[in-house]
């Protein structure tokens, strides 16, 4: 039984979390004694895949499927997982692959676990960490289906590089006229979707208004960050919907997340506690984000990040 890792795509390429997952798909097909398939949709470069240790891959070139779909997706994994004999899926955190899972896991009539932060500590029984009540605490589960689908969350795992020489396979993957539906997809304004963000750029209320927002994406632009924002922000809709995060907009665990004239409520702080590095830029000192920053700048942030950026772009120039 193979271990299958799905790959997410935008615009004929891996995306960036993709390498962390076939990470983490390795090393748990090492520690199955089994070998690691890499499923994908449309990738035209699929040699940088073969840098994570796969041991074939199943690159489906299908016009229908050139778009994220949930029934389209899930039917041509299960389809191609059903042939390939597979015991386990593994799939990213991102919020595509947490609406694909529950479709998934009833198509393979697998049990899905979300959330994964670690390879199993014991295969019998086989036992997962996740983490729970917004990465504030984790719980180990015991899974005794044989068929299992594991979420790993951004971040967790790392990126492990093991060159190999993988065998590309052919598999005729038809997608039933049922299963095609329309979807409605909103887009983020920023050219890096925060899915994809090693670094977030975040701004709130503070900014007083959508006419501020060019220092952001200057500041996003200089970094190669993606935007985001707090959600009193996205519901005044001075931002897309798409670029809210927190616990109950899109969860983010970057490298670096940067959150300007945020004041960090709970449910701001709760989705973003994942993040490696949190930069806070606030006037008021008592503001609950300098409790959770990493680093923190008390100041008016129209004076703090202009400057911010004039310093990053001489840097920039000088070291690039």
Partial sequence: MSVLTYIESKDYKAKKNSFEVISYARALADQLSTDLVILCFNIKNINELSNYGPDKILNINNDELSQFNVQKYAEAISKASSKLSVSHIIIGGSTDCKYLAPSLSVKTNSTYISNVVSLPSSLTPFTLRRSTFSNKAFSDVIIKNEKIIIGICNNSFGLIEKKSSPEILNLEINIPESTINQESIELSSGSISIADADIVVSAGRGLKGPENWGMIEELAKILGAATACSKPVSDMGWRPHSEHVGQTGKPVATNL????????????????????????????????????????IIGDAFDIVPKLNEKLKSFKAVNN
């Fill in 257 to 296: 997340y940067i959150a300007i004239g945020i004041s960090g409520a709970i449910q701001h702080l709760a989705g973003v506690s994942s993040s490696k590095v949190k930069v806070v830029i606030n006037s008021d000192p008592d503001a609950p984000f300098f409790k959770a920053a990493d680093y923190g």
